[in-house]
């Protein structure tokens, strides 16, 4: 059973920072694929930033430059680093893990994310 389980988030003012952490306890794949996923209120999920076993990244262009994603492999964890940030990232970000089956498609693709956390608040003030 495999349980993803976020942390880090909370109330910043614009500008600030914060670093997510999303640990995956049972996740038995070497190598950790995922990501994050936000939600804000009124609006769809959305893809924010993807790292892949390889290490490959892939992000939302609106947080280019600002945000970092980052794994460690050994303790089976994600973690998003997130600078600069604006009223617009105030959302419930998810922490995401990858299935065993990789569909081939948009980095985005839902399909690919087997493993989901509860979610986590970032609030941004102006």
């Known amino acids: 059973q495999v349980q993803l389980t976020e942390s880090g988030g909370g109330s910043v003012q614009a500008g600030g920072s914060l670093r997510l952490s999303c640990a995956a306890s049972?996740?038995?794949?070497?190598?950790?694929?995922g990501g994050w996923f936000r939600q804000a209120p009124g609006r769809g999920r959305e893809g924010v930033a993807r790292?892949?076993?390889?290490?490959?990244?892939y992000y939302l262009e609106s947080v280019k430059g600002r945000f970092t994603i980052s794994k460690n492999n050994a303790d089976n964890a994600l973690y998003l680093q997130m600078n600069s940030l604006k009223p617009e990232d105030t959302a419930v970000y998810f922490c995401?893990?990858?299935?065993?089956?990789?569909?081939?498609?948009?980095?985005?693709?839902?399909?690919?994310?087997?493993?989901w956390g509860q979610g986590t608040q970032v609030t941004v003030s102006s």
């Open positions: 995401v893990a990858c299935g065993m089956k990789s569909y081939g498609g948009s980095w985005t693709d839902l399909r690919d994310f087997g493993y």
């Open positions: 049972g996740y038995t794949r070497s190598n950790i694929c």
């Open positions: 790292i892949d076993s390889d290490g490959s990244t």
